[in-house]
């Protein structure tokens, strides 16, 4: 039982470039997210689902875009990187009112 | 979702309880009090949620008041593995669906 994985752990991306944040949880959880946290910050979220083919915006959605395609799938993009998107990335998931299981983050650096 | 207060740090000696309070005064009927805790750079990990009970786990124990505006989580027997930022949020359906906002938390620092 992996619970949250994410992939990849550490990237480093140039001004403009885009990317996308895979998570995965094995779980069978009906709800996914996605959160920034920024040094000496609390977790901010972008985006968020409650089920397969659903997404909504969370706090923070401007320059990210996600699809849950599968259940077990909820992936952030990124289209054009810029340096205030440099983070850390969190992924979760949860029943619909049960505790939220994190994934140990990716670490994206924007130059 | 409501808002939650908390103290932006707090000590404990090694071996006694830790007691970190938690405000919630705006908390409606449907949502529930949670509790996590984050480690240095590691991904936020679940603690203890409730409803209106008090609720124990192999973790910790949440004491929520009979009003629900605020709540206590009890860590039993800290130890210096139990220093750590920790969130209490207040969980519930909110426009346009379901959301999570996590606050500043409390940093405990557990002392030998």
């Known amino acids: 039982n ?94 619909k009112d049960g505790g939220a299981f994190f994934g140990q983050g990716t670490r994206l650096t924007v130059v | 979702d409501a808002k939650t207060t908390q103290p932006p740090s707090m000590d404990c000696a090694e071996g006694r309880a830790a007691n ?6 705006t908390i409606s009927g449907n949502e529930y009090v949670y509790w996590y805790r984050q480690i240095h750079s590691q991904g936020p990990q679940y603690i203890i949620h409730g409803l209106k009970n008090n609720e124990t786990n192999e973790m910790a124990s949440l004491i929520i008041t009979e009003d629900r505006k605020s709540s206590t989580l009890i860590l039993p027997h800290a130890t210096l593995r139990d220093t750590a930022v920790y969130y209490c949020i207040v969980r519930g359906l909110g426009t346009g669906g379901f959301k999570t906002i996590f606050g500043a938390g409390t940093r405990l620092f557990v002392k030998a």
Request: a positive charge; one cysteine or more; aromatic letters at 12%.
């Open chain 1, 2 to 95: 992996a619970g949250v994985t994410q992939t990849p752990k550490f990237r480093v991306l140039k001004t403009g470039q885009s990317m996308t944040l895979l998570c995965a949880q094995d779980m069978n959880h009906e709800y996914m997210y996605w959160y920034r946290q920024d040094p000496g910050m609390g977790l901010r979220l972008i985006h968020y689902s409650v089920g397969e083919g659903t997404t909504a915006k969370g706090e923070v959605p401007d320059g990210y875009n996600v699809s849950r395609l599968k259940k077990q799938n909820f992936l952030l993009g990124l289209e054009s990187a810029a340096p205030s998107q440099t983070s850390v990335y969190f992924c979760a998931s949860s029943y």
């Open chain 2, 20 to 25: 970190l309070p938690c405000n919630h005064s």
